[in-house]
DNA sequence: CGTAAATTTGCAACAATGTTGCAAAATAAA
DNA sequence: TTTATTTTGCAACATTGTTGCAAATTTACG
């Protein structure tokens, strides 16, 4: 994965092509996501940070991050809201999926399936499709 | 959909059949499950019966409902949660979804498409899957 | 490098959403 | 009808998300 050093060069030309502002916050939440190889909610920037940010930082630097196509949301069944780093093919206004996602009932991980496809669906007569969320939960490779 | 009589006498007994005592706030819940084509939110309870319930009762009574596979959720990517009404093959603690379900992107709405089966998942090695939750979002035959 | 302009952050205050305990009310059982 | 059980509504609280604004940080530029 790289030399820390290298890590933060690579956030930092992430936020430049952007157009952010690199700051300490952004940085250390790109860090988050790439440290982690699964969905993170909310909750999971001030444990993992150790309250180190503002609670309204979090919530206004993931929604800069979604608003640049930086990270995706994956659907859940609760009210948590989980996020993952998108793959370069995601831009500005312009996401979709192309990947499934995988809950583990054992871990509670969320994490994107990128080798997998979302399959093709035949809809009833009148419907239009835009985008496939694909949410399979089960047991993942790490828990059996 | 037969008269209001038929209606709630098929409601009663579908609580009955949960082993439910038969309230007026469940057996209006469960109208506004059959009379709406979609899937509910919280906040449309209290919307659509004019506040005549508790908040608290209306969270206890969806987590009844849930409990007892009267309704599925449907997985979101912001915080709310929706419900649905589930077919008969859905029993206590048992519930799987053999469909799919389809978010209209212009008024909103969630629906299932009970027609439409969720498509097999060929998952990485490793990987094992209990459940499959499919949603796709676009333009539904309504809003064309 | 140092300064001005632009952006981002943190705080305070608030709004919305979800939870728990308990007494009163409604329902079911006898 | 009476009693036992279940459900409801209230109050109080916990958690989660939002907004305005001043202070701090970052960027742009000489």
Redesign the pocket.
């Known amino acids: 994965m790289g030399t820390k050093q290298q890590i933060t060069e690579r956030i930092?030309s992430i936020?430049?092509e952007s157009?952010?502002?690199?700051?300490?916050?952004?940085t250390k939440i790109l860090e988050l996501f790439m440290k982690s190889n699964g969905a993170l909610?909310?909750?999971d920037f001030e444990k993992l940070a150790g309250q180190?940010?503002?609670?309204?930082?979090?919530?206004?630097?993931l929604?800069?991050f979604l608003d640049k196509g930086i990270i995706h949301k994956i659907p859940t069944t609760d009210?948590?809201?989980r996020y993952a780093l998108c793959k370069s093919e995601c831009s500005e206004h312009d996401h979709h999926d192309h990947h499934i996602h995988f809950k583990c009932e054992e871990c509670g991980n969320t994490i994107c399936l990128d080798e997998t496809d979302v399959p093709q669906i035949q809809l009833p007569k009148g419907y239009a499709a835009h985008n496939v969320e694909v949410v399979v939960s089960g047991v993942c490779k790490s828990c059996k």
Chains 1, 2 share one sequence.
């Open positions: 930092a936020l430049r157009k952010l502002s690199v700051t300490e916050t952004r909610e909310h909750s180190s940010f503002d609670r309204v930082t979090v919530y206004r630097t929604q800069t009210t948590s809201v």
